[in-house]
């Protein structure tokens, strides 16, 4: 029973302390760990925790007193601990104490086969060596180690808390760099509540990518679910009743009162796609903008995502960068005149990377820039030494305002993009009759809306069915990318193509689940698998076909970002092969002339175009007209239609050369001087390069009745059928497959990539330490010398804090082995020999039996073996103190340099970093250390000698 005041400790987070109960009601009780901060609600009948009882014999401490329990008293259902003279109340014991049952089950007889224990103690090392690493929380994610991604995620990591602008080119990646950042921060601890606010359109993309990529599983929040959660009698405010939130912004400008909610729920993390839709100006903001800046006025975390050209509207980035940090970005007017001033300075730094001569205007600016530094002023005399041209630049970037809150990375500088070839499949106009011709205009039509309405597709007759069909025969080896604008279509086209072609379908839309969509990707994954892929739009979210390289556009989106998307399923870092692209259309329909204007006007077949968006704004509503008009008219208005590309063509150039002219090669060098740029990436390197985790993974899987199967080359089949807890998750549904590797989780979006900070593994991992299982055994070693015995103690060393300081970075919670013999003397490096470990299970020993001289040894080898364990703690909180101060020292040393030239660093960044260092340097210390196993080794002889 629970009653306020008890003391209880988490069996699946012992390094939480003493939890105190709170509250209890009804079926719930709330449990505060008050030295780690952390406030736990529990259903009574599955709670993981175990009640801190101790017993005569035991060190307990709190309130100043430390003395050994004589006698335990309960008075009204709380314990009252005697000893020394002296009484503890139960609820006066440190949070940090420390509770074990490891050497009662060893001296009671009660212990398991050795080779828990192994495993036991190997988790504990494993853990610790995962959550030292920078990947932790990304080791498991579905992503490819793309540099300029790593680049961003390291940088904006570190930062605490993380406030960036994410405004990197179409198809490179922004969503990826968000979903990294957002996992590493609710991994270590930085955040647990995580808002991402979207347009309509994006949210199911978002929910996909942040589940399949980064096993993160959000609430997606609309009306409906406010109102269940209100009848349901949860809490007051139903955006406090899930920790993970997505939310679109069209539901929030519905609802008043759930904006307003939504404002008073508490925040760690914000997150905004498609931030170049907040209008502002300095005489008003649109209501999106102002939900947005109340939200980040209040939430420490900001991250916004942009694809639009700072050249196509500073003022809208400056809008964007007021809400991330509105005291340094205060008036519009001081930063276009700061952002002309770098952009001339970034002509100057592309000089110095080539190491070419500067003009006198050139030496003048950077004479002004520079100003009041003798070392750099001595610099200019020669800026063609490379010494000197390396010096100037860093001082440029170290001082490019933006470049600390906004990463954009171009397609053109990080290069690796294979080539787009449009390759036209045109019907001529005798092959369509009167009929087709009015059902192409009406589903063109139905096409530009939005919502997309429904309409009844039938293609039997369509002569784009022959064209497709054509098609996949010309290329009998190749697999063919077919994505449309919605389910009916796919549909459709399949039932079209049933009885056409012998090559193999799968289909891929929002009807099916989301187990049956990874199915029949995996299925056109397979060499041997389907040869045609039929998506409805939202195959072009974030899915990963680049093993393909022919993608058929059966139609258009009218949006040129719908069309970046669906080419960018293909055209991707790492594509080894060039990219057909096959157009569709008949001559002179409504799509012809759509695709005309994709080829013609913005160039988008055969580029990226970062003025898509700008040039739809233009001319979209024209375009839409003239299509429309141009299918349903006998006499064709061709003029009208070529004035209109001449228009956007001349535009798109137009804008391309601002882009080029006003590129700001500054904030992209930015990021490669940060001195976290390779963190990630190196820790990457690590983790996918070491097959003894694998090898772990398995038998830890297998500690749970999991059977392992290998079905082909990196693909595992975990078989879940003795199964012998139902707490571990991923099963519910039945054998699963997964991968250990990283290229394969790639190829076949439906398996998991298992690492350590997998759900998966880390359910695992944390059953088996939460468990008495392995943490007291008894063996036998022929190895050792006549009539020996030894005690190995693996003591858990825990440093019990605020999870928002990420302690466990320079003190991860890890196992210390102390092996003493009877004498009382340490044996240092000793570790059982592999005969006797293989021959543990084949020997039956009653433990039982040796009861009273295990009662005997046990105590005082426990002692000195504690004693021990002691020292070497000390030793590693001592360097985990190192670590730390070295590492925030020289964090706030280079703030400090950088705050000198850059008004971006602001006092209260550098403020923050000196307030973790205070804290972490007064928490390491108090790093304790608890028994977690124990095992008894005697050689063959000893037993007989009792």
């Keep these: 029973m629970f009653l306020p005041g008890q003391r209880w400790i988490s069996t699946a987070e012992p390094e939480l302390g003493l939890g105190t109960v709170l509250r209890v009601e009804g079926r719930g009780v709330q449990v505060l760990f008050a030295k780690s901060g952390v406030l736990r609600p529990y259903a009574m009948d599955s709670a993981p925790l175990v009640r801190a009882e101790f017993r005569a014999g035991q060190r307990v401490a709190g309130k100043g007193l430390a003395f050994l329990v004589e006698r335990v008293e309960e008075r009204e259902g709380l314990f009252v601990y005697r000893g020394e003279g002296r009484e503890l109340h139960e609820g006066q014991l440190d949070d940090e104490q420390s509770v074990s049952q490891a050497d009662d089950r060893l001296i009671g007889g009660r212990t398991d086969p050795v080779h828990h224990f192994e495993l036991r103690l190997e988790s504990l090392k494993r853990r610790a060596d995962a959550r030292r690493s920078a990947s932790w929380g990304l080791s498991s994610s ?29 198809g490179l990646g922004k969503t990826i760099e968000a979903g990294m950042i957002i996992a590493r921060q609710i991994a270590t601890g930085r955040a647990s509540r995580v808002l991402v606010l979207l347009p309509d359109t994006l949210v199911y993309q978002w929910f996909v990518e942040l589940l399949r990529r980064f096993n993160l599983s959000f609430a997606i929040y609309d009306e409906e679910r406010c ?12 955006f406090e009743d899930e920790q993970l939130v997505i939310a679109d912004f069209g539901f929030l400008e519905h609802n008043p009162k759930r904006a307003e909610q939504l404002l008073e729920a508490p925040w760690d993390l914000l997150v905004v796609d498609e931030a170049h839709h907040l209008a502002w100006t300095p005489e008003a903001s649109s209501p999106r903008y102002a939900l947005v800046e109340a939200l980040a006025a209040a939430t420490p975390g900001v991250i916004l995502l942009t694809a639009t050209p700072e050249q196509l509207g500073r003022s809208g980035h400056f809008a964007r960068l007021r809400l991330l940090d509105p005291q340094r970005y205060h008036d519009l007017n001081t930063y276009l005149a700061e952002s002309e001033r770098f952009q001339a300075l970034s002509h100057i730094a592309d000089k110095l990377l080539e190491r070419a001569p500067l003009d006198a205007s050139e030496l003048a600016s950077l004479q002004q820039a520079f100003e009041g530094d003798s070392s750099l002023q001595a610099c200019l005399a020669d800026t063609t030494k490379p010494e000197h041209s390396r010096e100037l630049l860093a001082a440029l970037i170290d001082r490019h305002g933006t470049g600390r809150s906004m990463f954009r990375n171009r397609r053109a500088s990080i290069g690796g993009f294979p080539k787009r070839i449009p390759e036209w499949e045109l019907i001529d106009t005798d092959r369509v009759d009167e009929i087709t011709r009015q059902a192409l205009l009406a589903e063109f039509h139905a096409d530009i809306q939005q919502p997309l309405p429904v309409l009844e597709m039938d293609y039997a007759n369509d002569p784009r069915i022959d064209t497709l069909v054509a098609l996949l025969d010309r290329y009998p080896q190749d697999k063919f990318l077919l994505i449309c604008r919605s389910q009916a279509k796919v549909l459709a086209l399949e ?39 039929i998506c409805s739009e939202i195959g072009s979210e974030g899915r990963n076909f680049q093993f393909a390289h022919r993608l058929v556009l059966w139609d258009l989106p009218l949006d040129p970002d719908l069309l970046e998307q669906r080419i960018g399923r293909l055209d991707r870092i790492g594509q080894k092969r060039d990219i057909s692209i096959h157009i569709i259309a008949a001559v002179d329909s409504a799509q012809h002339v759509l695709a005309r204007w994709y080829d013609q006007g913005v160039d988008a077949f055969r580029t990226s175009p970062a003025d898509g968006r700008e040039l739809l704004r233009r001319f979209g509503d024209t375009l839409a007209q003239l299509a429309e008009e141009h299918a349903r008219s006998d006499d064709q208005r061709d003029q009208e239609l070529e004035v209109l590309l001449a228009e956007t063509r001349a535009a798109h150039e137009q804008m391309a050369e601002l882009i080029r002219a006003g590129r700001d090669h ?17 820790a990457f390197r690590r983790e996918d390069n070491d097959p003894s985790r694998d090898v772990f993974q398995q038998r830890l899987l297998e500690s749970f ?16 059928q003795y199964l012998s807890t139902d707490a571990l998750p991923g099963f519910a549904e039945g054998p699963v497959s997964v991968t250990f590797s990283r290229d394969t989780a790639l190829a076949r979006e439906d398996l998991p990539l298992l690492r350590l900070d997998h759900p998966m593994m880390a359910s695992a991992i944390d059953l088996t330490l939460s468990s008495e299982r392995g943490n007291a055994a008894f063996m036998v070693d022929d190895g050792l010398p006549p009539r020996s015995a030894l005690l190995q103690a693996v003591y858990v060393l825990e440093c019990v804090a605020d999870r928002s300081l990420d302690a466990e970075r320079f003190l991860p919670t890890q196992p210390i082995v102390a092996t003493i013999d009877t004498k009382l003397v340490e044996r240092e490096n ?17 433990v039982p039996r040796y009861r009273k001289f295990l009662n005997k040894l046990v105590p005082p080898m426990l002692e000195k073996a504690e004693a021990i364990a002691a020292l070497r703690a000390q030793g590693s909180i001592a360097d985990a103190i190192t670590d730390a101060r070295e590492t925030l020292d020289a964090e706030i040393a280079r703030l400090h340099a950088l705050r000198a030239v850059n008004p971006s660093i602001s006092e209260s960044e550098i403020a923050s970093v000196e307030e973790e260092r205070s804290a972490l340097l007064n928490t390491l210390p108090q790093a304790r250390l608890r028994l977690d196993a124990v095992r008894f080794v005697v050689s063959p002889d000893f037993l007989a000698l009792r």
């Design 830 to 846: 000793f570790q059982p020999s592999e005969p006797a470990l293989r021959r543990a299970g084949e020997r039956n020993i009653e």
């Design 495 to 533: 039932e079209a193509l049933r009885t056409r072609t012998g090559a193999g379908i799968a289909r891929f839309h929002e009807g099916l689940g989301i187990v049956q969509r990874d199915r029949n990707a995996a299925y056109f994954a397979q060499p041997d698998g389907a040869r045609l892929l």
């Design 705 to 720: 009745g999991i059977h392992t199967e290998e079905l082909s080359a990196n693909v595992l089949l975990l078989d879940p």
């Design 666 to 682: 500054l904030l992209e060098l930015a990021a490669s001087r940060d001195p976290h740029t390779d963190e990630l990436a190196q």
């Design 142 to 170: 579905r992503i490819g180690l793309v540099p300029h991604q790593l680049r961003v995620a390291g940088i904006a990591a570190s930062r605490h808390p993380p406030r960036v602008l994410l405004a990197d080119e179409v």
């Design 227 to 238: 109102e269940a959660l209100e009848q349901s009698g949860g809490a007051s405010n139903p």
